[in-house]
């Protein structure tokens, strides 16, 4: 799915966007702060890790 298209459904439903690159808070910069750009520094990690990292980090 384009970025483009990330962007505007995370907008709609007030979601959260959640990525390893700093590509979405470009964008954020750019265009306001809806929806929310979250950047995860984690290096290359696959996206197990990242949900494993983000399980533990929440509770």
């Not at 390893?20 to 520094?41: E, N, S, W």
């Amino acid at each position: 799915m384009p970025d483009a298209e990330i962007w505007r459904l995370a907008a709609a439903e007030g979601a959260v966007v959640v990525r390893k690159h700093k590509d979405f808070l470009d964008r954020a910069a750019v265009r306001g702060t809806t929806p929310v750009a979250l950047l995860l520094g984690v290096g290359n990690a696959s996206t197990r890790t990242l949900l494993r990292l983000l399980a533990a980090s929440v509770g």
